[in-house]
């Protein structure tokens, strides 16, 4: 191997453990972050993943820095130096201690590992549902989640709201993982671990967060195109803000007279044949619900902020926006376009 490449090598799997180590002192801090961060787990199953993460960290740095240490050490001690005859060092053959060390303490170490792993899976997978756990079901689509609480008859998207789990009142939410589609993954790395979404099949994980705020996450399978813009928030509420925030979204659509026109354009184009408004017409499934489109804070699974701007752009021709999404541009004139989204904007 050429010495540039070598060197090379060596920077980068410096710069690895590097950041690796420069990273994870975030454990100080423990708000919910914007960035996605398995160091700071606020949820039961992040903290179990956790602790196993840095059981292995601990066992693979100190093998690191012993085998590091012996080659560094050798490399020193025994380099070449001016005036050194050219004999061969002796030769050893055959050692039974050495072989023994090397053959157990590799199967000890992997079985700790193993050991240690399996009981965390065991407990993260096994856990069974309290009586009072939320149940969601989530479908991943083409770039975006489906968020159904069937209990609750709320349907939303992108934006998955929880209640705060205490030591007073354990409230952790399992998840039914569906695809409409192809492969992807969910994932919030400060609340669980990854789990597929996978057509024809249903996955379950569960979170449990401890602390109120928004956590982010995304889809972590490509899944085409905008893979990279199909992200996810997680709001998790005190107890009593769940409560309005559920008793907002059970409300049916405003109907707001001012709006009437907009929403007669609504209803007149094919917008219904993807998105359902609840209790109308507009029933399509394809696209996200619009019963209570406002009260999302982003538009385009987290491409965009959900302002007044940005949805008339959306409306307008979602390709600027999320080029290849499945939303095509609807050709609208200026005046459609201006009366859907005064329509839409009454939908909060
Ligand atoms: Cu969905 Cu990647």
Redesign the pocket.
Known sequence: MKTSSRRAIGNASFFLIATTFLVSPGFAADAPTTVTNIFRPLSTPAQAIHEVSLLVLAICGGIFLVVGGLLAYTVVRFRHRPGDDEREPPQIYGSNQLEFAWTVIPIVTVFVLFLATARTIYDVQGAAPPADALNVTVV?H??WWEIRYPELGIVTANELHVPVSDAGKRRPTFLKLESAD?A??FWVPQLAGKTD?IPNRRNLMWIEPIQPGTYVGN??????TQ?AR?LLRVIVHPAEDFDKWTTAQRQPPVDDPQARAGRDVFFATACINCHAIRGTKAMGTFGPDLTHLMSRETLGAGTVPNTAEKLRTWVRDPQTIKEGCNMPNMQLTDDELNQIVAYLLTLK
């Open positions: 991943g083409q770039w192809v992807h993954s979404v889809c972590a399978e490509y899944c085409g893979h199909m």
